[in-house]
C-alpha cells in the first residue's frame, strides 16, 4: 500500500460514495414496484426464510404494527403468504411467494440496469470501466472481513 494512503481516509471516502450509489439505486421506480418499506421486509423474509412478523418487526427494528402494515400490503398483492407454523400450532410465519421473489428480482434487474447505462452514458472511459469491474470484488471482499 502507498505509504501517503490512509486507510481511515479511504474507508470514510469508500462508506460517503457507496451510501451515495445505494441511496440512488434504491430509489429506482419499477413498475408496480415495493416501497422501501415493503422492499426490506420482503428482502428480510427473503434471506431469513419463513418467520414471524414480530421477527421482521425486531430485525427490521421497527414496531410490530408498522411491520403488520407492510406485510399485510405484501399478503393482499400475492407476495407473501401465511402460513401455520409447523413447530407450534399457535403461530403463523409468512414465506415469500414466487411472485414476491420476482418482486425483488425486477427491482434487482431494475438497479442494474441502472448502473449499466450510467457507465455506458459516456461518463465513464473504457479505462474507468475497468477499474469499476476490478473494484467490485475488492468490495466484496473487503464486506466479508467486517
Known sequence: MNDDLDPNAVASALLASIGVLVRRARQVPVEGGLTMPERTALAQLD??????????AREAQITAQAMG??????????????????????????????????????????RAELLG??????????AELEQLAATAPLLERLAQHI
Do not use: C, I, W, Y
Not at 434471506?47 to 421482521?56: D, E, H, I, K, Q
Not at 402494515?69 to 400475492?78: H, M
Open 47 to 56: 434471506r431469513a426464510g419463513p418467520t414471524t412478523s414480530s421477527a421482521l
Open 69 to 110: 402494515a407492510t406485510l399485510s400490503s405484501l399478503r393482499t398483492r400475492g407476495l407473501v403468504e401465511r402460513r401455520p407454523d409447523p413447530d407450534d400450532g399457535r403461530r403463523v410465519v409468512l414465506t415469500v411467494t414466487d411472485a414476491g421473489r420476482q418482486a425483488l428480482k425486477n427491482k434487482r434487474n431494475a
Open 117 to 126: 447505462r450510467a457507465m455506458t452514458s459516456g461518463a465513464f472511459t473504457q
